[in-house]
């Protein structure tokens, strides 16, 4: 039997198995891409509700139902000195689904207070209008961050001079409903490719501030390597006698145990807690802090020789001059010293 849960992500189909479906029988499968709704063998198609469409097997239950997501909805504002041709396209655009009318601008300086209070998504200027015109809008706003622009115009003679503004497109009046509806589809697009580039630019300043170096793009970031990102370890609380003390993992030298207390020795000095080797190591962070003995923990970091000793052991002496041991049972962790 051919089923469309075989298209489904794993933790859904698990779901399913495990018999752990909402009371109505269906699951509902969110696609970014409509295209991988398809799922194999055969099927029904059904509609429904608010867009929604789901495909279900003939020859079995539970119904599989796919959500495509909802539109982000465009706001518009209309610049234009015509009422009529204002109104026209307002008429035009609420037909539309996905769109809706920010504002109306009837002349330029109109245009650019109102782009910057309302910070609409896009904009349909007109080129010709007395005073400031389209082209003059984009001038006084070319230093900001400008919304989509579609240039609305009589003459095709402006389309050379709206590219090279970086209009996203241009609309002859009368406009005609297809070329709005391609038109729109352009805007869709740019704008979903800002929107991936600003959220690009703020991930690399992230970044940024974590390696303490600018990062201008994703292979700088490769080329100087993940591992140059700063972590915030937490502290390691040590209590005693009701004080207690935060001690950086980073500057933990090394630990032993002394019968059931921890000697945590870090700066020079040495705390003491009351802690098994196993509850405390896993609280410290494996990529520098390595048990090498079933009474010792050292910072990997802090080694500066290794001498090896009899019955494959070796000697680790660290910075500070202090020397522990590695035992035979954890050889392993010699690639960690490597």
């Given at each position: 039997?051919?089923?469309?849960?075989?298209?489904?992500?794993?933790?859904?189909?698990?779901?399913?198995?495990?018999?752990?479906?909402?009371?109505?029988?269906?699951?509902?499968?969110?696609?970014?891409?409509?295209?991988?709704?398809?799922?194999?063998?055969?099927?029904?198609?059904?509609?429904?509700?608010?867009?929604?469409?789901?495909?279900?097997?003939?020859?079995?239950?539970?119904?599989?139902?796919?959500?495509?997501?909802?539109?982000?909805?465009?706001?518009?504002?209309?610049?234009?000195?015509?009422?009529?041709?204002?109104?026209?396209?307002?008429?035009?655009?609420?037909?539309?689904?996905?769109?809706?009318?920010?504002?109306?601008?009837?002349?330029?300086?109109?245009?650019?207070?109102?782009?910057?209070?309302?910070?609409?998504?896009l904009v349909f200027l007109d080129i010709q209008m007395p005073g400031m015109n389209g082209f003059d809008v984009i001038r006084e706003l070319q230093s900001e961050d400008l919304p989509a622009i579609l240039f609305v115009t009589a003459y095709d003679e402006y389309a050379i001079d709206a590219f090279e503004v970086n209009a996203v497109d241009y609309l002859l009046k009368p406009i005609d409903d297809q070329r709005l509806d391609r038109a729109l589809s352009k805007v869709?697009?740019?704008?979903?490719?800002?929107?991936?580039?600003?959220?690009?630019?703020?991930?690399?300043?992230?970044?940024?501030?974590?390696?303490?170096?600018?990062?201008?793009?994703?292979?700088?970031?490769?080329?100087?390597?993940?591992?140059?990102?700063?972590?915030?370890?937490?502290?390691?609380?040590?209590?005693?006698?009701?004080?207690?003390?935060?001690?950086?993992?980073?500057?933990?030298?090394?630990?032993?145990?002394?019968?059931?207390?921890?000697?945590?020795?870090?700066?020079?000095?040495?705390?003491?807690?009351?802690?098994?080797?196993?509850?405390?190591?896993?609280?410290?962070?494996?990529?520098?802090?390595?048990?090498?003995?079933?009474?010792?923990?050292?910072?990997?970091?802090?080694?500066?020789?290794?001498?090896?000793?009899?019955?494959?052991?070796?000697?680790?002496?660290?910075?500070?001059?202090?020397?522990?041991?590695?035992?035979?049972?954890?050889?392993?962790?010699?690639?960690?010293?490597?």
């Amino acid at each position: 039997m051919v089923s469309c849960l075989s298209a489904l992500p794993a933790a859904v189909f698990e779901s399913h198995r495990a018999g752990r479906l909402p009371r109505d029988g269906t699951v509902r499968v969110l696609f970014t891409d409509p295209a991988t709704a398809r799922a194999p063998g055969p099927m029904a198609t059904h509609g429904g509700p608010g867009g929604d469409h789901w495909t279900e097997d003939v020859a079995t239950s539970p119904r599989i139902r796919v959500s495509t997501p909802p539109t982000k909805t465009l706001q518009a504002l209309i610049v234009d000195d015509e009422a009529l041709a204002r109104r026209g396209l307002k008429h035009r655009l609420k037909s539309i689904d996905g769109v809706s009318i920010a504002g109306e601008a009837c002349n330029g300086r109109e245009a650019v207070a109102m782009i910057r209070e309302l910070s609409p998504d896009l904009v349909f200027l007109d080129i010709q209008m007395p005073g400031m015109n389209g082209f003059d809008v984009i001038r006084e706003l070319q230093s900001e961050d400008l919304p989509a622009i579609l240039f609305v115009t009589a003459y095709d003679e402006y389309a050379i001079d709206a590219f090279e503004v970086n209009a996203v497109d241009y609309l002859l009046k009368p406009i005609d409903d297809q070329r709005l509806d391609r038109a729109l589809s352009k805007v869709r697009e740019r704008l979903g490719r800002r929107r991936a580039q600003s959220q690009k630019n703020l991930l690399l300043k992230l970044l940024g501030e974590l390696t303490g170096e600018p990062i201008a793009s994703v292979s700088d970031l490769e080329r100087r390597g993940m591992n140059r990102i700063k972590r915030e370890l937490p502290k390691l609380a040590i209590r005693d006698a009701g004080k207690t003390t935060w001690v950086r993992q980073e500057d933990i030298e090394w630990v032993d145990a002394a019968g059931d207390y921890m000697c945590v020795h870090a700066l020079g000095e040495t705390h003491i807690m009351r802690k098994t080797m196993k509850e405390l190591e896993r609280e410290l962070d494996a990529d520098f802090l390595q048990r090498i003995h079933r009474s010792t923990i050292v910072n990997i970091n802090c080694v500066k020789e290794m001498q090896s000793h009899i019955n494959g052991e070796y000697f680790l002496t660290l910075e500070s001059g202090h020397t522990v041991k590695l035992s035979r049972t954890y050889k392993e962790k010699l690639k960690f010293l490597q």
